[in-house]
């Protein structure tokens, strides 16, 4: 046994360590092993005490000596602390009993469990004592060595929460591990799906139809057909600025600086508006308005327009540009892109002009970006050939801003967002914000428009457009 020997105290002391300078002068003292693997200090109790030892007795200032009911009052207090300090050692070890199941540990399921029931024995033998009256505490000693045994369960237990939360972000950064390698596994998946639908290969759609049995039933077939290029291109496109870390929000204020959007994300409706009207610019004309060749197309008949349909339909596109590069649906193609994609955008989104110069020079740049656009104006252009067969005028129309929403001319993009509730101010209507899609007329027959409603205020709309 060692006689405890006290050290130089620093200038703010602990609760703790005040508590050990009380007891520090004692004659002798025994360490044992406490169940958790750490050293407890215990000093043995005495039944005599110098004068200067009735300090340890004291309750609130007052001397213990001489007086029974201060020192019975002390020694329960001291009890209460011991049986509390063995219920929190008891916590300690059936949580580190837990903690052992998984991953299973039998040597640490063994050690936890002894010391369950060596806690539970000591506060056994408390009762026993207490019931016998055979209780030899000392009050503060006792208290200390409590104080000191709850601290060191409670460190025991916040260290296992602290493994147990260490074990469980572990677990949860391997299952974002394996989502994110899933994640990148779908996006690559529908990539590959979106590449084989844009595929710049045979397009079997309407490639048996007869000039006479032609109606406007098929050019709203191929339009669906059509649109559906578009819109994997915009996609694209917005991706594409994603990456290049562009404010969308920005971008899409540039656009139609006036949008309003009930949802963030439609956003995207500006960006397909833009395409679809860039590449729809000028379809009412037979040449889509290409410089000195208005005259030339005048003169074909709707069955070679229909011819030139089927042909485009069954080629490469890229084999058709490199094999004509100076044919009408390569001028067409060259133009849109340039007029689409701006110098400084493509510089932004690929971070030099190369596309743009193999385009100039007649050439097709090999890019995932060209590829998708060029189906894109493929089956444009397809689309006109095939207006141009029908033996009906084709027209295009879009529809003006704060317009009353009609049923007949126009189909909503938003329609769940727009008519969610009802609007209850009288001031307050539902009007048409921008065209996304525009309509077609065919002859008599009409193919709706698409717009994006917003609510706006009809006190400060133009009468004129009431």
């Given amino acids: 046994m060692e006689t405890m020997k006290p050290k130089s105290a620093m200038s703010n002391k602990s609760k703790l360590a005040k508590t050990f300078q009380k007891v520090i002068n004692l004659r002798t003292a025994t360490k044992i092993g406490s169940n958790n693997g750490m050293g407890i200090c215990m000093l043995t109790s005495q039944n005599k005490f110098d004068q200067d030892d009735d300090d340890l007795f004291s309750i609130k200032g007052s001397k213990t000596h001489g007086d029974p ?35 299973y540990n039998s040597e640490a399921i063994h050690l936890a469990d002894q010391a369950v029931v060596d806690e539970l024995k000591a506060i056994s033998e408390l009762k026993r004592s207490f019931l016998k009256k055979e209780l030899d505490l000392s009050p503060q000693v006792t208290i200390m060595l409590a104080e000191i045994q709850e601290q060191q369960s409670l460190m025991k237990t916040y260290e296992i929460t602290i493994k147990k939360l260490e074990g469980e972000a572990e677990m949860k950064e391997s299952e974002a591990r394996s989502l994110k390698r899933q994640l990148d596994d779908s996006i690559a998946f529908n990539k590959s799906l979106e590449k084989k639908l844009n595929a710049s290969g045979p397009i079997s759609i309407l490639e048996n139809v007869q000039l006479s049995a032609l109606s406007t039933s098929h050019f709203a077939q191929f339009l669906h057909f059509s649109l559906r290029s578009m819109t994997s291109f915009v996609k694209l496109l917005v991706r594409e600025m994603e990456s290049a870390n562009w404010d969308l929000d920005l971008a899409a204020k540039v656009i139609e600086p006036e949008a309003i959007f009930t949802k963030p994300s439609h956003r995207y409706f500006v960006f397909q508006s833009f395409v679809c009207k860039t590449m729809l610019e000028g379809f009412n004309f037979p040449n889509f308005s290409a410089p000195n060749e208005s005259q030339c197309f ?117 329609d769940e967002s727009a008519f969610s509730c009802e609007i209850v101010d009288s001031t307050v209507d539902v009007r048409v914000n921008f065209t996304v899609v525009p309509g077609f007329k065919i002859g008599r027959s009409l193919i709706q428009s698409q717009v994006y409603l917003s609510p706006v205020n009809v006190i400060e709309i133009d009468p004129a457009s009431r």
């Fill in 69 to 103: 009911r201060a020192r019975q009052r002390a020694v329960m207090e001291a009890l209460v602390a011991k049986l509390f300090a063995g219920v929190t050692s008891i916590k300690a070890a059936y949580a580190e009993l837990q903690m052992a199941q998984n991953p």
């Fill in 298 to 414: 005048h003169k074909h008949s709707r069955d070679q327009h229909l011819n030139e349909f089927k042909k485009l339909q069954l080629v490469n596109v890229r084999q058709f540009l490199a094999q004509k590069p100076s044919s009408s649906f390569a001028k067409f193609m060259r133009s849109k892109y340039l007029h689409l994609v701006h110098a400084k955008m493509e510089c932004s989104l690929f971070g030099n002009l190369n596309q743009r110069k193999l385009i100039n020079a007649g050439d097709c740049p090999d890019s995932a970006f060209f590829t998708s656009f060029a189906e894109m104006a493929r089956r444009v252009w397809l689309l006109h050939r095939l207006a141009f067969s029908l033996d009906q005028p084709v027209s295009i129309f879009q529809v003006p801003r704060n317009c009353r929403f009609s049923e007949v001319y126009m189909e909503n993009v938003n």
